[in-house]
C-alpha cells in the first residue's frame, strides 16, 4: 500500500502563495496517478488538480486554472501542489489522493489512498 502525507499548509494573505507537499510511502510512486482535493468547513471535498504517474498530464478544477501547478517529483516519491495568487475562497484542508491507474483521474471515487490533510487559510 501507499501512505501519503501532506505538508506545507499554513496561513497566507490573498494574493500570496503556497507550495503543498504529498510524500509517498510504500510503493514505487512514480507508477501511480496523483491527485489534490479539498475540503471547506461545512462543504463537500471537491476536486482540485490531477496528474498522472507520467507527469505528462494534469488537469485542474476551473476556479484554480492559472493559479494552480500540480507537479511531481517521482525520484522523490513526493507530489506538490504549487498555488499562487491565493484567495480566501481557497480556505480549506487539502488532501493528496493517489491510486495506481493510467492517466489523470478527478473523482474521489478513483482513489485508493489518501492523506491526512493539510490546512490552508486565505486571509483577506
Known amino acids: 500500500q501507499v501512505q501519503l502525507v501532506e505538508s506545507g499548509g499554513g496561513l497566507m494573505q490573498a494574493g500570496g502563495s503556497l507550495r503543498l507537499s504529498c510524500a509517498a510511502s510504500g510503493r514505487t510512486f512514480s507508477n501511480y496517478a496523483m491527485g489534490w482535493f479539498r475540503q471547506a468547513p461545512g462543504k463537500e471535498r471537491e476536486f482540485v488538480a490531477a496528474?498522472?504517474?507520467?507527469?505528462?498530464?494534469?488537469t485542474y478544477v476551473d476556479s484554480v486554472q492559472g493559479r494552480f501547478t500540480i507537479f511531481r517529483d517521482n525520484a522523490k516519491n513526493t507530489g506538490y501542489l504549487q498555488m499562487n495568487s491565493l484567495n480566501p475562497e481557497d480556505t480549506a484542508v487539502y488532501y493528496c489522493?493517489?491510486?495506481?491507474?493510467?492517466?489523470?483521474?478527478?473523482?474521489?471515487?478513483?482513489?485508493?489512498?489518501w492523506g491526512q490533510g493539510t490546512q490552508v487559510t486565505v486571509s483577506s
Open positions: 489522493a493517489a491510486v495506481r491507474r493510467v492517466g489523470v483521474k478527478t473523482r474521489e471515487e478513483d482513489y485508493d489512498y
Open positions: 496528474i498522472s504517474w507520467s507527469g505528462g498530464s494534469t
